[in-house]
């Protein structure tokens, strides 16, 4: 295990944020992928843990949206809300308050950015299956960077005639999609917000040969960091798919999707370390699947098991790194992600 209390950290203020989420990954999906992973994990070198409890507004189990708007806004709210209140109003999200101060910001997935995980930082719909409406609310304010699938519900619209991708293009942001360009041969400018479309819907699964998390975890720091030409960055990064291979009680598959993730928190830990500036915190929105390593299990083979096709309640872990780390100990609840972030802040 490699401690990193000794990078070069400096104030216990942040200038950076970049919170990752491992959609479903609760401590079985963390304890498999490590001990499939030769009994090691990126996430080992994170010096701070907690744990947090994840229940919604109106239920006990949370979806990805309540989930998402928790870590988002602060607030507790209705399953499949994203970015809206209990009370059905809009919250001001995290990601919109750094935008206000001039921060650079980016969302990186492995779903569609229309998703509700991403979604819950840009939008604010009462209902996470409008992926159109969600999609209108990436050019009121353009993110810096944007990396995932959706390409479908910004140029092949059911809802109006409106071309949002033309529409982001027209505010100065270079798009780039699957069909003509890899994620390797994005050229990325610091002149100009850049996103990259990895599908017309949602990505491929891991085991199928979606492979560009990493690679984004590598280059959107610094990309934001340049960007945010000293006023600092906020960045959303999900590994969205561990849960659908968990909804699937897929452990081969969830276990390879942790392992992506898992490489992602290693590029974003290099980041960290060099940069000295960037609080990172990882954790998940839920776990999914009531996954269990049954007996006969042994590190070269596990026996994989699961309670359920959907989430459970069980306590999610948390985990930090860099300035501002210390206060994620302990044991909390899913809206003080958002609390925590924005104290290490002194917004
Ligand atoms: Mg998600
Ligand atoms: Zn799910």
Known sequence: MVNMG??????????????????GMGLTQISAGMYANGNSLNLEKMPVTGLMTTYSY?????DSAAG???????????????????????????????QSFNMACGLVATCSVTHATPAAFVAHVQERADKEAIATYFVEKPLDLFIGGG????????????????????????IYDYRDKKLSEVPFDPAH????????????????????????????????????????FFMMLEGSQIDWACH????????AEMLDFDAAIGEILRFAERDGETLVVVTADHET?????????????????????????SMIPVFAYGPGSKSFSGIYDNTDIYKKMIAALQW
């Open 6 to 23: 000794n990078g070069p950290v400096r104030t216990d203020k942040p200038k950076n944020i970049i919170l990752l989420i491992g959609d």
């Open 58 to 62: 109106n239920k006990l189990i949370t």
């Open 68 to 98: 998402a708007t928790a870590f988002a806004c602060g607030c507790k709210t209705r399953n499949g809300a994203l970015g809206m209140t209990a009370d059905k109003k809009p919250c001001r999200t995290i990601l919109e308050q750094a």
């Open 151 to 174: 390409l479908q519900f910004f140029e092949n619209r059911k809802l109006d005639q409106r071309n949002i991708r033309r529409e982001l293009e027209g505010k100065g942001c270079l």
């Open 193 to 232: 917000p850049v996103a990259w479309f990895s599908a017309m819907d949602e990505p491929d699964h891991i085991l199928n040969g979606r492979d560009y998390l990493p690679l984004a975890a590598r280059i959107a720091p610094d990309f934001l960091k340049k960007r945010a030409n000293g006023k600092g």
């Open 248 to 255: 699937a009680n897929d452990g081969k598959r969830a276990i």
């Open 289 to 313: 699947g009531g996954m269990a390593i049954e007996q006969g299990s042994n590190l070269d083979s596990l026996a994989l098991d699961f309670t359920s096709t959907y989430h459970s309640a």
